[in-house]
């Protein structure tokens, strides 16, 4: 049995003009996030001045012109509208604030998230450093810091010694309790927040509150 060899004719081929490797490069240029001046797609668009006041619908090329006109940029904030909503502005100072405002509501939904570091009372000065930096970088990015003492064997006699840790903690955080330090089991464990600014009670060098104490 002969077997035809398959080839492709010439007039059904055709090589890309570019290599793909072209097409990815350009593709890869291109702004990310809102689209601005001649990236918008709508024909016609509703303006919004930089003072926030609507100048009504009109044409892209005329809201553009506009735009430029006074040195800015047509920015489209609203691209599901109908018709498209665009903003005149700094493009750079738009994507700024956008971004800040992110970080900041990021800020907001991890107020009340915890971040722990465990120490011991034999925890060295190296660790305990290494420790602190760590609980600045989550107070940075608005988290509580728990902090836990982990006692063991004959350390549970020495309480004060686990309590005077997690204050040269909050000392070094410059950390209000939240939660007076408090005896679990063999662990001790206090709840650090950002200093307030109102004067507190709490601000002070506290004691523990210890279960076996107050009976």
């Given amino acids: ?8 004719k010439q007039s059904n081929f055709h090589y890309p003009e570019k290599p793909i490797a072209a097409y990815w490069k350009t593709y890869s240029r291109q702004p990310q996030g809102a689209r601005i001046n001649e990236k ?13 006041e609507s ?3 009109k044409d892209k090329w005329e809201a553009i012109n506009l735009a ?29 604030e956008l971004e800040k405002k992110s ?4 800020s907001k939904n991890k107020a009340g998230e915890v971040k722990e570091i465990r120490l011991s009372p034999r925890t060295d000065e190296h660790d305990l450093n290494t420790k602190i930096e760590q609980a600045k970088k989550f107070i940075a990015k608005g988290y509580k810091i728990r902090v836990t003492i982990k006692m063991k064997g004959r350390e549970n006699i ?3 010694r686990a309590i005077a840790q997690i204050n040269k903690v909050k000392e070094m955080l410059g950390l209000d309790f939240e939660q007076r ?16 600014v ?17 009976n």
């Fill in 1 to 8: 049995m002969r077997i035809k060899s398959l080839a492709f």
């Fill in 40 to 52: 918008i797609y709508a024909a016609q668009v509703l303006v919004i001045d930089e003072n926030g």
């Fill in 55 to 57: 100048q009504g619908v």
């Fill in 68 to 96: 430029k006109a006074k040195g800015l940029d047509l920015v489209e904030i609203a691209p599901s509208a109908n018709p498209p909503v665009c903003k005149i502005a700094d493009y750079g100072k738009y994507k700024y």
């Fill in 103 to 106: 970080q900041k509501d990021k």
């Fill in 158 to 160: 020495y309480q004060d």
């Fill in 181 to 196: 330090p408090v005896r679990l089991g063999s662990r001790f464990s206090a709840m650090l927040v950002k200093t307030k």
């Fill in 198 to 214: 109102s004067t507190s009670k709490e601000s002070g060098r506290l004691e523990p509150k210890n279960a076996e104490d107050q």
